[in-house]
Structure formats: structure tokens, C-alpha cells
């Protein structure tokens, strides 16, 4: 089974500075998705930016990249310009399109601490 | 912009009780996700379905568990005889399959089972 590892249990950023949350996940697959959800206090899960393997190109949402690092199976999730309503868990997650209908792995998650 | 909704948020019941959780998917969706997170651990896929039967279980997905999809609209989770491990946030999620294959969570139904 696929395995997503996030190592960092907890990150904490100054309002309007940038933050790096890690993951790295285990596959033998070439062709996936990899995703980041945010959790914030109310538990709801919002998807906040998506990569597919195949594409080179880091996604970008607004003050939301990644650096995804196939060959490594990495997958960093940058917050630029943080702000308060950033506070979450942030889980990575890991799509495989080979199986049934697919379905999300997780990571344990970090939990996100936002200070003004 | 459409979203998944979940009733009840908040169920509580006794433990060999039956329980029946809620999900109304987006509608233009067809797979449908349930999935769970005991307090403190990471997100846990229970089942996938799609054209009205289950495509896939994880080993969570034992014989207490069932799904059903009862009207164009809703989608259930069934717990038939709950035990006090089954006690976690429950999360519907559906998905168009499109070529970014996004799944779209509800805000999770709190089971508690005392």
C-alpha cells in the first residue's frame, strides 16, 4: 500500500512570512496525483492545491505552491504571506488513478499555528 | 459553489446501536467516498461507490458497515451494531472523475458511541 509520510507534527509561522510544510510518500506507480487539504478547527476538509505526476511544473494557487519532487517523492506545500486563516492541520495526500475508483492516502498531518 | 453537506454533525449513541450517517453528495458527482478519522490519527478511506454498488472496501469496511444510496440525492453510511472503537469524525466525499480526479469533502459527521 502506498504510504504518505508527513515528519513534521507541527509548524508555527509569523503572520505575512512564508512556511514550508513537507511529505513524501512511497509508490511504485508512475502515474498519480498528489494533493493538499486543509482542516481547519470547524474539521471541514478543503482542498487546497492538486499536482499531477506527470506535469513538471510545480501548481501554484495563489499564495499556495509546491515543490514536487518525483524522483525523490517529494511534495512541499509553500505558504507565502501567511495569514491568520491559514491555522490548520494540513494533510498530503496521495491518489492512485490505477485502482477501482481511486482513493485518498493520507498523511498524519501538521498542524499549522499561525502568530500575529 | 456547490458542496457536500453531512447530517447529523454531531451523533452520539450507545454502544450495539445501529447508526445511519448522511451524506448529500455534489450533484453532478457520481463516485462517491466514505472515509474516517479516529481522534489524533490520519485520514482512513472505509469505501468507494459508484452506479449503485461498492467498488472498492478497505479491511475498516467489515460486515457492520454497509452503504446505500437510496435516492438520486442522498448517500448513507450505515453502522449496524456500533462498538466503542467506532468513534471518530466520519467524512463523505464525492467526485466527478474528471481528469484531476478531486475528491470534495463534507464538514464530517462527530460519532461518538459511549
Known amino acids: 500500500a502506498q504510504t504518505v509520510t508527513q515528519s513534521q507534527p507541527e509548524m508555527s509561522v509569523q503572520e505575512a512570512e512564508t512556511v514550508t510544510l513537507s511529505c513524501t510518500y512511497d509508490t511504485s506507480e508512475s502515474d498519480y496525483y498528489l494533493f493538499w487539504y486543509k482542516q481547519p478547527p470547524s474539521r471541514q476538509m478543503i482542498l487546497v492545491i492538486r499536482?499531477?505526476?506527470?506535469?513538471?511544473q510545480n501548481a501554484t494557487e495563489n499564495r499556495f505552491s509546491v515543490n514536487f519532487q518525483k524522483a525523490a517523492k517529494s511534495f512541499s506545500l509553500k505558504i507565502s504571506d501567511s495569514q491568520l486563516g491559514d491555522a490548520a492541520m494540513y494533510f498530503c495526500?496521495?491518489?492512485?488513478?490505477?485502482?477501482?475508483?481511486?482513493?485518498?492516502?493520507f498523511g498524519r498531518g501538521t498542524q499549522l499555528t499561525v502568530w500575529p | 459553489e456547490p458542496e457536500v453537506t453531512q447530517t447529523p454533525s454531531h451523533q452520539v449513541t450507545q454502544m450495539g446501536q445501529e447508526v445511519i450517517l448522511r451524506c448529500v453528495p455534489i450533484?453532478?458527482?457520481?463516485?462517491f467516498y466514505w472515509y474516517r478519522q479516529i481522534l489524533g490519527q490520519k485520514v482512513e478511506f472505509l469505501v468507494s461507490f459508484y452506479n449503485n454498488e461498492i467498488s472498492e472496501k478497505s479491511e475498516i469496511f467489515d460486515d457492520q458497515f454497509s452503504v446505500e444510496r437510496p435516492d438520486g440525492s442522498n448517500f448513507t453510511l450505515k453502522i449496524r451494531s456500533t462498538k466503542l472503537e467506532d468513534s471518530a469524525m466520519y467524512f463523505c466525499?464525492?467526485?466527478?472523475?474528471?481528469?484531476?480526479?478531486?475528491?470534495?469533502f463534507g464538514p464530517g459527521t462527530r460519532l461518538t458511541v459511549t
Open positions: 450533484s453532478n458527482h457520481l463516485y
Open positions: 499536482q499531477e505526476a506527470y506535469k513538471q
Open positions: 466525499a464525492s467526485s466527478k472523475w474528471t481528469s484531476t480526479y478531486e475528491q470534495y
Open positions: 495526500a496521495y491518489f492512485d488513478r490505477g485502482s477501482t475508483l481511486g482513493r485518498l492516502y
